[in-house]
Protein backbone atom coordinates (compact mmCIF):
# COMPACT_ATOMS: atom_id res chain seq x y z
CA UNK A 1 0.00 0.00 0.00
CA UNK A 2 1.07 3.38 -0.54
CA UNK A 3 0.21 6.92 1.07
CA UNK A 4 1.02 10.12 1.11
CA UNK A 5 1.77 13.00 3.44
CA UNK A 6 1.35 16.84 2.57
CA UNK A 7 3.49 18.28 5.23
CA UNK A 8 1.44 21.98 5.46
CA UNK A 9 -2.09 22.11 5.69
CA UNK A 10 -2.21 25.71 4.68
CA UNK A 11 0.58 27.70 3.14
CA UNK A 12 0.09 31.79 3.50
CA UNK A 13 2.39 33.93 1.07
CA UNK A 14 2.67 37.17 -0.27
CA UNK A 15 1.51 37.62 -4.12
CA UNK A 16 4.85 37.31 -6.30
CA UNK A 17 6.56 35.45 -3.86
CA UNK A 18 7.88 32.15 -4.30
CA UNK A 19 6.00 29.19 -2.90
CA UNK A 20 6.66 25.30 -2.59
CA UNK A 21 4.08 22.84 -1.78
CA UNK A 22 5.93 19.69 0.31
CA UNK A 23 4.42 16.43 -0.21
CA UNK A 24 5.99 13.33 0.29
CA UNK A 25 4.89 9.80 -0.36
CA UNK A 26 5.59 6.12 0.80
CA UNK A 27 5.57 3.04 -1.43
CA UNK A 28 7.26 -0.38 -1.57
CA UNK A 29 7.23 0.00 -5.63
CA UNK A 30 7.78 2.42 -8.31
CA UNK A 31 5.38 4.79 -8.50
CA UNK A 32 3.68 7.64 -10.58
CA UNK A 33 3.37 10.91 -9.08
CA UNK A 34 0.60 13.70 -9.64
CA UNK A 35 -0.28 17.37 -8.58
CA UNK A 36 -4.29 18.62 -8.67
CA UNK A 37 -5.07 21.86 -8.20
CA UNK A 38 -9.18 22.90 -7.31
CA UNK A 39 -10.32 26.27 -6.73
CA UNK A 40 -13.21 27.29 -5.41
CA UNK A 41 -15.99 25.41 -6.05
CA UNK A 42 -14.51 23.55 -8.65
CA UNK A 43 -13.47 20.07 -9.62
CA UNK A 44 -9.48 18.96 -9.89
CA UNK A 45 -7.26 19.79 -12.52
CA UNK A 46 -4.63 18.47 -13.23
CA UNK A 47 -1.43 20.21 -12.97
CA UNK A 48 1.47 17.85 -13.52
CA UNK A 49 2.45 14.64 -13.13
CA UNK A 50 5.82 12.60 -13.32
CA UNK A 51 5.46 9.05 -14.92
CA UNK A 52 9.28 8.82 -15.62
CA UNK A 53 12.33 10.18 -17.36
CA UNK A 54 13.54 14.06 -15.63
CA UNK A 55 12.35 14.48 -12.35
CA UNK A 56 12.04 17.67 -12.99
CA UNK A 57 8.04 18.31 -14.17
CA UNK A 58 6.83 21.52 -15.51
CA UNK A 59 2.91 21.77 -15.37
CA UNK A 60 0.22 24.26 -15.87
CA UNK A 61 0.35 28.12 -15.03
CA UNK A 62 4.23 28.28 -14.08
CA UNK A 63 4.32 25.65 -11.61
CA UNK A 64 6.83 22.45 -11.47
CA UNK A 65 7.92 20.17 -9.22
CA UNK A 66 11.08 17.36 -8.96
CA UNK A 67 10.69 13.97 -7.96
CA UNK A 68 13.21 12.97 -5.36
CA UNK A 69 13.46 8.96 -5.57
CA UNK A 70 15.96 9.30 -2.34
CA UNK A 71 13.57 11.43 -0.26
CA UNK A 72 10.62 10.03 -1.74
CA UNK A 73 9.49 13.64 -2.42
CA UNK A 74 7.15 15.47 -4.85
CA UNK A 75 7.37 18.93 -3.65
CA UNK A 76 5.29 21.82 -5.94
CA UNK A 77 6.85 25.28 -6.60
CA UNK A 78 6.31 28.43 -8.49
CA UNK A 79 8.63 31.13 -8.34
CA UNK A 80 6.19 34.33 -8.15
CA UNK A 81 2.55 33.36 -7.26
CA UNK A 82 -0.29 35.16 -8.20
CA UNK A 83 -3.86 35.69 -6.85
CA UNK A 84 -5.46 33.29 -9.07
CA UNK A 85 -3.27 31.00 -7.48
CA UNK A 86 -5.43 30.90 -4.74
CA UNK A 87 -6.84 27.47 -4.45
CA UNK A 88 -5.92 23.78 -2.99
CA UNK A 89 -3.62 21.40 -4.19
CA UNK A 90 -3.79 17.41 -3.80
CA UNK A 91 -0.78 15.27 -4.39
CA UNK A 92 -1.34 11.81 -5.63
CA UNK A 93 0.61 9.00 -5.73
CA UNK A 94 -0.13 5.98 -8.13
CA UNK A 95 1.82 2.35 -8.30
CA UNK A 96 3.25 1.86 -12.02
CA UNK A 97 2.03 -0.56 -13.48
CA UNK A 98 -1.24 -1.63 -15.03
CA UNK A 99 -4.05 -0.43 -12.94
CA UNK A 100 -3.65 0.41 -9.60
CA UNK A 101 -5.47 3.22 -7.08
CA UNK A 102 -4.77 6.62 -6.69
CA UNK A 103 -3.78 7.56 -3.28
CA UNK A 104 -4.17 11.51 -2.31
CA UNK A 105 -3.09 13.32 0.39
CA UNK A 106 -4.88 15.68 2.72
CA UNK A 107 -4.94 18.90 0.04
CA UNK A 108 -2.64 22.05 1.01
CA UNK A 109 -4.90 25.22 0.90
CA UNK A 110 -2.73 27.90 -0.74
CA UNK A 111 -3.94 31.66 0.73
CA UNK A 112 -2.01 34.37 -1.85
CA UNK A 113 -2.30 37.59 -0.14
CA UNK A 114 -2.58 40.67 -1.75
CA UNK B 1 -6.93 14.80 -21.87
CA UNK B 2 -10.90 13.80 -21.77
CA UNK B 3 -13.84 16.02 -21.16
CA UNK B 4 -15.80 14.98 -18.34
CA UNK B 5 -19.21 16.67 -17.95
CA UNK B 6 -21.66 15.98 -14.33
CA UNK B 7 -24.99 16.56 -13.79
CA UNK B 8 -26.65 18.01 -11.52
CA UNK B 9 -23.57 20.02 -10.76
CA UNK B 10 -25.93 20.99 -7.63
CA UNK B 11 -28.57 19.56 -5.41
CA UNK B 12 -29.82 19.77 -2.20
CA UNK B 13 -32.05 17.37 -1.13
CA UNK B 14 -34.08 15.60 1.98
CA UNK B 15 -33.25 13.04 3.90
CA UNK B 16 -34.46 9.92 2.79
CA UNK B 17 -34.35 10.25 -0.59
CA UNK B 18 -31.94 9.28 -3.30
CA UNK B 19 -30.34 11.14 -6.32
CA UNK B 20 -28.64 9.76 -9.07
CA UNK B 21 -25.67 12.06 -10.65
CA UNK B 22 -24.78 11.42 -14.16
CA UNK B 23 -21.35 11.45 -15.57
CA UNK B 24 -20.75 11.92 -19.23
CA UNK B 25 -17.06 11.55 -21.03
CA UNK B 26 -16.31 12.63 -24.22
CA UNK B 27 -14.25 10.42 -25.83
CA UNK B 28 -14.86 6.13 -24.97
CA UNK B 29 -12.61 4.95 -22.04
CA UNK B 30 -12.22 1.65 -20.33
CA UNK B 31 -12.35 2.71 -16.62
CA UNK B 32 -14.39 5.19 -14.72
CA UNK B 33 -13.64 6.23 -11.20
CA UNK B 34 -15.98 7.34 -8.60
CA UNK B 35 -14.78 9.70 -5.64
CA UNK B 36 -16.32 11.15 -2.55
CA UNK B 37 -14.87 14.92 -0.91
CA UNK B 38 -16.49 15.30 2.58
CA UNK B 39 -16.40 18.84 3.58
CA UNK B 40 -12.45 20.17 4.15
CA UNK B 41 -11.05 16.56 2.84
CA UNK B 42 -9.22 14.79 0.97
CA UNK B 43 -10.61 12.55 -1.78
CA UNK B 44 -11.54 8.66 -0.86
CA UNK B 45 -12.68 6.40 -3.86
CA UNK B 46 -16.07 4.67 -3.63
CA UNK B 47 -15.85 2.40 -6.58
CA UNK B 48 -14.44 1.70 -9.82
CA UNK B 49 -16.78 0.97 -12.68
CA UNK B 50 -16.06 -1.12 -15.99
CA UNK B 51 -17.61 -1.04 -19.35
CA UNK B 52 -19.57 -4.36 -18.82
CA UNK B 53 -19.30 -5.86 -15.28
CA UNK B 54 -20.11 -4.97 -11.65
CA UNK B 55 -18.84 -2.26 -10.35
CA UNK B 56 -15.66 -2.61 -7.72
CA UNK B 57 -16.44 -1.00 -4.50
CA UNK B 58 -13.67 0.20 -2.24
CA UNK B 59 -13.88 -0.69 1.86
CA UNK B 60 -16.81 0.83 3.79
CA UNK B 61 -18.68 1.36 0.30
CA UNK B 62 -21.33 -0.84 -0.64
CA UNK B 63 -23.70 -1.40 -3.49
CA UNK B 64 -27.13 -0.76 -1.54
CA UNK B 65 -26.27 2.66 -0.66
CA UNK B 66 -24.05 3.77 -3.92
CA UNK B 67 -25.61 1.40 -6.69
CA UNK B 68 -23.47 2.54 -10.39
CA UNK B 69 -24.24 2.33 -13.82
CA UNK B 70 -21.96 1.95 -16.66
CA UNK B 71 -23.88 1.19 -19.35
CA UNK B 72 -21.07 2.01 -22.67
CA UNK B 73 -18.09 3.71 -22.65
CA UNK B 74 -19.06 7.08 -22.47
CA UNK B 75 -21.43 7.60 -19.71
CA UNK B 76 -21.43 6.53 -16.17
CA UNK B 77 -23.94 7.28 -13.14
CA UNK B 78 -23.60 6.35 -9.28
CA UNK B 79 -27.14 6.34 -7.17
CA UNK B 80 -26.77 7.85 -3.71
CA UNK B 81 -29.63 6.17 -1.69
CA UNK B 82 -31.48 6.96 1.41
CA UNK B 83 -29.67 9.82 2.27
CA UNK B 84 -28.63 11.44 5.13
CA UNK B 85 -26.90 14.68 6.23
CA UNK B 86 -23.57 12.50 6.27
CA UNK B 87 -24.05 12.01 2.95
CA UNK B 88 -23.35 15.83 1.68
CA UNK B 89 -20.41 15.82 0.02
CA UNK B 90 -18.67 16.32 -2.95
CA UNK B 91 -19.01 13.44 -5.79
CA UNK B 92 -16.20 13.22 -8.68
CA UNK B 93 -16.59 11.08 -11.71
CA UNK B 94 -13.16 10.61 -12.98
CA UNK B 95 -11.36 8.84 -15.74
CA UNK B 96 -8.33 7.24 -17.15
CA UNK B 97 -7.28 8.55 -20.31
CA UNK B 98 -3.26 9.06 -22.36
CA UNK B 99 -0.81 7.20 -20.39
CA UNK B 100 -1.42 6.57 -16.62
CA UNK B 101 -3.54 10.25 -16.02
CA UNK B 102 -6.87 10.63 -14.07
CA UNK B 103 -9.13 13.13 -15.11
CA UNK B 104 -11.96 14.06 -12.95
CA UNK B 105 -15.40 16.33 -13.87
CA UNK B 106 -16.13 19.26 -12.43
CA UNK B 107 -18.06 17.33 -9.58
CA UNK B 108 -21.61 17.41 -8.11
CA UNK B 109 -21.61 19.83 -4.55
CA UNK B 110 -24.70 17.53 -2.72
CA UNK B 111 -25.99 18.85 0.76
CA UNK B 112 -28.85 16.69 2.40
CA UNK B 113 -30.97 18.83 4.54
Known amino acids: AQSVTQLDSQVPVFEEAPVELRCNYS??????LFWYVQYPNQGLQLLLK??????LVKGINGFEAEFNKSQTSFHLRKPSVHISDTAEYFC????????????FGIGTKLQVIP | SAVISQKPSRDICQRGTSLTIQCQVD?????MFWYRQQPGQSLTLIATANQGSEATYESGFVIDKFPISRPNLTFSTLTVSNMSPEDSSIYLCSVESGWNTIYFGEGSWLTVV
Open chain 1, 92 to 103: AVRPSGGYQKVT
Open chain 1, 50 to 55: YLSGST
Open chain 1, 27 to 32: SSVSVY
Open chain 2, 27 to 31: SQVTM
